[in-house]
């Protein structure tokens, strides 16, 4: 089993997989020591069309591969895409399309939540994928065959997952339900990472408007020099040091430097003046323009019985329907949902008000009832 190292080869491979409607795709990526993934290996099939490509080899152009995704004939399948696109989006700039999600298909067609890649390739391709390879270093050349037999599997299977879940789809007429929730898959937002917002990361229990204030320019600071240089966020700065140095506000290279969380030699250098500098920035923020602190209320606040009925009527749903009940709502969104019959929630939009949504508000006024025949719960309209 060989891996394609030349771009004559991959444009080879391209062509064929070009004139499939489809094109099953997976990629292995390392990134623990770095912010971006780094592509370590592509694994490409179709109906009779299979091969594997070394992103890691010398001189090879990535073109005709990047081409390919963007073909708006063929069909890319990922399974739990996100990752994957992520990869695709960084190097291009576009996401793969048109997008297909086994994982998100599967939860439609009521395969339970987060359905796993061997799961489906046991109870849909009738195969048990050999998971001994999983943690493997990708990096690292040459790659075993076990290693690339193990790859390989993760869409010779998915070829068979996919048509059987279209057809699915289509014989359900829930293929517009996909459409939906491939909305936030592939949209570019979904991908990128602003610094003005990567202090919602951290975990905050504040209600001082300055404290914020710094945590937010400092975790600006530290996105952009984290992306700047392809190092992890808490290779830059970790998290109890954000924190920490937003709750002492140093003034000074000598106030930064006796924080136990600042590592040693920060404050001197070039990071500490630019710590400093975003402190001071912080500081400067006129008292009517700091930033709101996020919304103290917490789960205690919607009534619980009524979350609990929500719930009972998800269940119901989601057994009814065949859909993973996370799909249609989390319990975030249930608590939401039972202190505002406006809450911005998907539950209460597209598909899922149609076959939930709309009972939930009905079952909150009263208006549904919940029952318990023969051990099964059931819903029915209030009498009037």
């Not at 062509?15 to 592509?42: H, M, N």
């Not at 190097?91 to 298909?105: K, S, V, Y």
Request: hydrophobic share 45%; with cysteine; proline share 5%.
């Amino acid at each position: 089993m060989q891996l394609i190292s030349s771009t004559e080869a991959l444009a080879a491979l391209c062509g064929r997989l070009a004139q499939s409607p489809y094109v099953a795709i997976d990629t292995e990526f390392v990134r623990d020591s770095t912010y971006w993934p780094k592509l370590c290996l592509v694994q490409l099939a179709a109906d009779g069309v299979e091969g594997m490509v070394d992103p890691l080899a010398e001189g090879l152009d990535l073109a005709p591969l990047l081409t390919l995704l963007a073909d708006p004939g063929v069909v890319k399948v990922f399974h739990a895409a996100r990752q994957d696109v992520e990869i695709f989006f960084h190097m291009t700039g576009d996401i793969p399309a048109p997008l297909f999600d086994t994982q998100i298909a599967a939860m439609v067609c009521g395969f339970g939540e987060s359905a796993a890649y061997d799961t489906l390739a046991r109870e849909i391709a009738g195969a048990q994928i050999d998971k001994s390879s999983r943690f493997t270093d990708w990096t690292r050349r040459p790659l075993s065959e076990k290693q690339l037999v193990y790859a390989l599997a993760d869409v010779t299977h998915l070829r068979v997952i996919y048509k059987a879940l279209r057809d699915r789809l289509d014989r359900s007429g829930r293929a517009g339900w996909l459409a939906e929730e491939m909305a936030v898959l592939t949209s570019p937002e979904t991908y990128r990472v602003a610094p003005e917002t990567a202090w919602k990361r951290l975990k905050l229990r504040t209600q001082n408007r300055r404290f914020l204030a710094i945590v937010v320019e400092l975790a600006a600071w530290r996105e952009r020099e984290a992306q700047a240089r392809d190092l992890p966020r808490n290779r830059i700065l970790r998290d109890e040091a954000i924190t920490e140095i937003s709750a002492s506000a140093p003034a000074s290279v000598a106030d930064l430097s006796g924080l136990r969380a600042v590592p040693r030699g920060i404050a001197e250098g070039k990071q500490g003046k630019a710590i400093l500098e975003a402190i001071a920035r912080a500081q400067a923020i006129p008292k009517g323009a700091l930033p709101e602190p996020p919304d103290p209320r917490g789960r205690a606040e919607a009534p619980a019985h009524v979350v609990e009925l929500l719930k009972v009527l998800l269940r119901i749903t989601a057994e009814s329907e065949g859909v993973a009940g996370k799909l249609i709502a989390t319990s975030g969104d249930l608590e939401k949902l039972a202190l505002d019959d406006e809450a911005d929630i998907p539950a209460l939009g597209g598909w899922r008000r149609q076959i939930f949504g709309a009972r939930a508000i009905e079952l909150k006024h009263g208006r549904l009832l919940l029952g318990l025949e023969d051990g099964r719960l059931f819903t029915e309209p209030r009498a009037r």
